[in-house]
Nanobody
Framework: QVQLVESGGGLVQAGGSLRLSCAAS????????MGWFRQAPGNEREFVAA????????YYGESVKGRFTISRDNAKNTVYLQMNSLKPEDTAVYYC???????????????WGQGTQITVSS
């Protein structure tokens, strides 16, 4: 399995930007897809973005398209989520995940990070 640790969360004003990082360790020699999900209090987990090992295939949730960008540096075993034009409704705990297939379904992923809190103030 792959172990994942997110960083980069915090408090930001609406309209601002943040970049999340997710460092992978463990069985990283296997190619794996990476995804970002988020969960706000009282809400179900929501898909944010995903990409395959090569980075050629990327997916985004409708609510973040055009504002968020997923990228990865395989040499560093790290995936990033650049978040621009943040809105109060982006407030949530953000989780990164690793799995065999990129996509919006959480069952594609078998390793999850502990999550990092993003709070966007209005």
């Amino acid at each position: 399995q792959v172990q994942l640790v997110e960083s980069g969360g915090g408090l930001v004003q609406a309209g601002g930007s943040l970049r999340l990082s997710c460092a992978a360790s463990g069985r990283t020699s296997r190619g794996y897809a990476m995804g970002w999900f988020r969960q706000a209090p009282g809400n179900e987990r929501e898909f944010v973005a995903a990409m395959n090992w090569s980075g050629v295939i990327k997916y985004y949730g409708e609510s973040v398209k055009g504002r968020f960008t997923i990228s990865r540096d395989n040499a560093k075993n790290t995936v990033y989520l650049q978040m621009n034009s943040l809105k109060p409704e982006d407030t949530a705990v953000y989780y990164c995940a690793a799995g065999r297939q990129a996509g919006s379904r959480s069952e594609f992923y078998d390793s999850w990070g502990q999550g990092t809190q993003i709070t966007v103030s209005s």
